[in-house]
């Protein structure tokens, strides 16, 4: 049924093992791009959140939860390496054997400590530039310590949701063939996400790092609880939750 698609997710899954190991600091820079992409996309949506949260939430909810989709948007048709993508994306790849866990394991860990960097980068040029930053300091006081106040089972159940949900965006970014299609169910699909208040650990690194830079003060042990277990969480939404029931209901067996 998915033929076509697995076979180029698993292409992709080969490239992308390739770069990083033939050109480590290259695809490095690769995820570092997808970190800006969303911070670019997380100060869209929480600024724009902020603006309306204390006159009207429902509109602050929604509004930054359509606008968080340019991210993917951004990273579908111009590029960089997203973590969570990858999670299907080597998955299948791992599926269709043409490459192994360990190389799975390597593009994780490589586009993760990309992402990362780029969204911390980012993120602290926004902060020190100081733009949005009365409405962007009341509006974090106000979600922030709910995000940190998860316990590990709500952060992986929704790591798991945001994920397969992400992964399904991304897929759909392959499987439909006019642009305009692809953008509309991004859209919709990414709004889902982000309005039911899914995890999102690449996310979560913009987010965390603007607020911890005008709150101060965030609590080590609850970023880390946060971190770990949405992290498996989205591992588990995109790899198992999406990429193997694609793989199963396929016809083409390898």
């Not at 929704?158 to 859209?187: H, P, S």
């Not at 042990?221 to 946060?226: I, P």
Request: net charge positive; hydrophobic share 55%.
């Amino acid at each position: 049924m998915y033929d076509k698609e697995l076979d180029a997710f698993a292409g992709a899954a080969i490239s992308k093992y390739e770069m990083s190991k033939k050109e480590p600091f290259k695809y490095l820079m690769s995820a570092m791009i997808a970190g800006f992409f969303i911070v670019v996309a997380t100060v869209l949506s929480n600024v724009t959140a902020a603006v309306f949260f204390e006159s009207s939430p429902e509109v602050a909810k929604f509004l930054g939860a359509f606008l968080f989709s340019i991210a993917i948007v951004l990273i579908v048709f111009i590029g960089g390496d997203l973590f969570t993508g990858n999670n299907m994306t080597m998955a299948m790849g791992v599926y269709q054997k043409k490459v192994n866990w360990g190389a799975a394991v390597r593009v994780w860990i490589l586009s993760y400590l990309g992402n990362f960097i780029g969204a911390f980068i980012l993120g602290g040029l926004v902060v020190a530039s100081g733009c949005a930053k009365g409405i962007l300091t009341t509006y974090y006081e106000a979600i922030i310590p709910g995000k940190l106040d998860l316990d590990p089972l709500t952060l992986f159940i929704r790591g798991i949701l945001c994920n397969y949900l992400v992964c399904l965006a991304v897929f759909v970014g392959k499987k439909m063939e006019t642009e305009i299609g692809k953008l509309v169910v991004m859209f919709c699909v990414i709004t889902a996400f982000v309005i039911a208040g899914f995890e999102h650990c690449i996310a979560n690194m913009g987010t965390f790092t603007i607020a911890g830079f005008l709150l101060g003060g965030l609590s080590v042990k609850q970023l880390a609880m946060s971190f770990i277990f949405v992290t498996l969480g989205n591992i588990v939404g995109g790899a198992v939750f999406l990429a193997l029931p694609i793989k199963l209901v396929s016809s083409k067996t390898k």
